[in-house]
């Protein structure tokens, strides 16, 4: 894709100091914060192709990960006043078993705050035993299961499963999201359903939780 001097290529490029002072120009220009973010979200998703192509490595996808937290740093408080009703209620949110990546789920949980939601941030690589537990002490309305690993497919059926086994699947809304989830996976895993973005899962929260 040839977009010179874009976010997009800074972003797959890991060049930190053009990816800020290209959302910085954004930020004043007016553009809205959830499109910097799918820009940014674009530039990862190519540096991750190039990682699995053998072009770039672990470090690389690590100081991606740095400057996308810091990108989310500076658009928190817009991301915060997204455009969606605002809700009351509880949501338990976590990366699953075996998954460390956090900077969509963290995503998610700034939004979800902004439009008035309690969210119980369990983490990263949390075991079913784990949601079960915070489902008994928090009592949401929403689960959300945040998986960008394949591999960690499992660990989303193990966690509604366990959520089943304790009797408690009635109580919530459970939605999944992050770059590995999909339709299917919902289908297979017995979700309510899949967020393909933050902001998907912020209006289904909202649709089950109702108004503030
Ligand atoms: C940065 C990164 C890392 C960083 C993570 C840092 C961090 N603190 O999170 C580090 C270096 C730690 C890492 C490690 C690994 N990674 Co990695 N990583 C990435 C990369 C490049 C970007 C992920 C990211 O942050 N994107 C930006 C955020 C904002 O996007 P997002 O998470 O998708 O979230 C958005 C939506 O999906 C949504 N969302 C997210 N969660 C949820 C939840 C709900 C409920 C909802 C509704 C919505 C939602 O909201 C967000 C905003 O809209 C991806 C590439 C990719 N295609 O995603 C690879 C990628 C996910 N990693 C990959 C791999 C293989 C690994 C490693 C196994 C590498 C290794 N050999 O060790 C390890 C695994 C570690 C582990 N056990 O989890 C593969 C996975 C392949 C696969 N199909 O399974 C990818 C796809 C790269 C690739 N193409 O090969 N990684």
């Known amino acids: 894709m040839s977009e010179p001097d874009s976010l997009f290529n800074a972003v797959a490029a890991a060049q930190e100091d053009r990816v800020m002072e290209l959302v910085r120009e954004k930020i004043v220009a007016g553009v809205p914060a959830v499109d910097i973010l799918a820009e940014c979200n674009r530039g990862m998703v190519e540096l991750g192709n190039r990682f699995a192509a053998g072009e770039c490595f ?19 408080p817009l991301l915060e006043k997204i455009d969606a009703a605002p809700s009351r209620g509880t949501v338990v949110l976590g990366s699953v078993q075996h998954d460390v990546h956090d ?34 002490e928090h009592k949401p309305q929403v689960v959300g299961m945040s998986v960008l690993l394949t591999t960690c497919f499992k660990s989303v059926v193990a966690t509604v499963k366990a959520i089943k086994d304790a009797g408690r699947r009635e109580e919530v809304s459970i939605m999944v999201g992050g770059a ?6 919902r289908e297979n895993a017995g979700c309510d359903f899949y967020g393909k973005t933050a902001v998907d899962g912020v209006k289904f929260a909202g649709g089950v939780a109702g108004p503030a």
């Open 58 to 76: 672990l470090p690389d996808l690590m100081f991606a990960g740095m400057i996308m937290k810091a990108v989310a740093a500076e658009l928190k």
């Open 103 to 136: 900077i969509g789920k963290d995503i998610v949980a700034t939004m979800l705050r902004g439009v008035g939601f309690e969210v119980v941030d369990l983490g990263v690589d949390v075991p079913p035993e784990k949601f079960v537990e915070a489902i008994a």
């Open 180 to 185: 590995a989830a999909s339709d299917l996976l």
